[in-house]
């Protein structure tokens, strides 16, 4: 069999509801980040507890953001994408603004 490039099925989660996705722009301490959404805002976003030991990120990582209802410029970081999930978010229109060179 000759070698062919197969594809494989990459399974990614997209935002879904009122999630947005962002850029973490600054650590802040504290499981606190500063996290620059593609809505536009600037979010203060925590790590919640239940995925604090789980969830390691660091600058310029690409996160999903779910913004607090009473405040909408704080929110939780609820996920981190690999690298590997980068072209695939791209392809579908979700990270227009956002060169992936940096990842």
């Known amino acids: ?6 594809e494989e099925f990459i399974r990614v989660r997209l ?10 722009e ?4 504290g499981s606190r980040s500063k ?4 809505d536009g805002k ?4 925590r790590i919640p507890g239940r995925l604090k030991r789980k ?6 990582d690409i996160v999903l953001v779910e913004p607090w209802e009473l405040d ?15 072209p695939i978010l ?6 227009k603004d956002v060169s992936t060179d940096n990842f």
């Open 1 to 6: 069999m000759p070698e062919e490039e197969s």
């Open 15 to 24: 935002p879904r509801g009122g999630e947005f996705l962002g850029v973490v």
């Open 55 to 60: 969830l390691w990120i660091r600058e310029n």
């Open 72 to 86: 909408n410029e704080k929110g939780d970081i609820i996920f981190k994408y690999k690298p590997v999930h980068l």
């Open 35 to 38: 996290v620059k959404c593609f």
């Open 42 to 45: 600037a979010r203060v976003c």
């Open 90 to 95: 791209k392809k579908k229109g979700l990270m």
């Open 26 to 29: 600054q650590r802040l301490g």
